[in-house]
């Protein structure tokens, strides 16, 4: 130890004997040792997120969840009551309800066999502290135009305080994006005076719109594909036969039956009218649930509009196997 605060004890060297709160290493820390009180319980981790653990129901043919996010967690069982006792038992537990209805920044409402998920609570904080510090804000219908190019923009760079208002709403969107607020996605730009007129516009919409959310339904959507009055037909015959699907041998017998999985894919070519990238969009749902949501450039340059729709459709490709592995992985 270093300073003249500790005393007779500088020089010494200081055993940490448990993680703090706060610590670079607290949630790692804290994630092995709760990690290790779900395996007593019979929990394993998914092969694909070690926050998300699994085990095979007692009550029903299927598995019961225990999603962690530090020490936030959220139980997905026919009974997690049984847990949470056993849990309450061990650790000093808050805001314990068998029936949620707000889990990291996401207000939780079920109505039927659907649950609706939003943010309202959350935007209304992050502008209720935006509005004291910025004045008032107006409101808007849309986050922002399609034929805005922030790339073209040549107003002066941010100063140092406006750089952290830039930041703090960037922020506050990229969270919201994650949240389910993918209507959000295509309107986040970079640093300059103009960008933040326009990061500003997104929170004036969000005043307008603080409710916007999706839901959690496992019907599927039903879509009847055509092409011309004909419909399509994905029939390859045999000639791809010899591939078989590579799967982790360790992941959980599949007892859920079959989901539907439907991915969206869109670009506009030569959109960034710096590079000549294209702007690609991907929407992907499980069931009528929306789970995959994106809106960026191509990682290149592409002259012709079949080739970018090639590139957007091979990466629509990956994430629909890489979903489809990942809920395999659940089982």
């Excluded at 997905?76 to 309450?88: N, R």
């Excluded at 949501?293 to 590139?311: D, I, L």
């Amino acid at each position: 130890m270093a300073g003249d605060d500790f005393g007779p004890r500088k020089g010494c060297v200081v055993t940490l004997n448990r993680a703090l709160y706060g610590l670079k290493t607290a949630s790692a820390s804290f994630h092995k040792f709760f990690g290790d009180f779900l395996r007593e319980l019979g929990f394993e981790p998914s092969r694909v997120d070690q926050d998300l653990w699994l085990q095979k129901s007692d009550e029903y043919e299927g598995y019961d969840y225990v999603a962690t996010h530090v020490d936030d967690i959220i139980i997905v069982a026919k009974d997690p009551v049984k847990y949470m006792d056993v849990i309450q038992q061990h650790f000093l537990v808050r805001d314990v309800t068998d029936s949620p209805d707000y889990y990291l920044g996401n207000d939780l409402i079920r109505r039927g066999n659907k649950i609706y998920v939003s943010t309202k609570n959350y935007v209304m904080e992050v502008l209720r502290k935006y509005q004291e510090k910025h004045g008032a804000l107006a409101k808007e219908n849309l986050p922002l135009k399609s034929k805005i190019h922030p790339e073209l923009d040549e107003s002066p760079q941010l100063d140092e305080e406006r750089h952290k208002e830039f930041q703090h709403i960037i922020g506050v969107c990229q969270w919201l994006i994650v949240s389910g607020r993918f209507d959000l996605t295509y309107a986040i730009s970079s640093p300059r005076e103009g960008h933040l007129e326009l990061d500003q516009k997104v929170f004036r919409y969000l005043k307008k719109y603080p409710k916007h959310g999706y839901a959690i339904n496992p019907k599927p959507l039903g879509l009847d594909l055509e092409y011309q009055k004909v419909p399509v037909k994905l029939d390859f015959g045999n000639q791809y036969s010899y591939f078989k699907e590579m799967l982790d041998p360790r992941f959980p017998e599949p007892l859920v039956g079959e989901l539907d999985i439907n991915l969206f894919c869109d670009l506009d070519h030569g959109h960034d009218k710096v590079t000549g990238r294209s702007v690609t969009g991907l929407f992907g749902v499980v069931g009528s649930t929306p789970v995959i949501w994106s809106s960026k450039r191509q990682p290149c340059v592409q002259t012709s509009t079949f080739g970018a729709e090639f590139t957007v459709l091979k990466k629509g490709v990956e994430e629909a196997a890489a979903l489809r592995y990942h809920l395999r992985a659940m089982g």
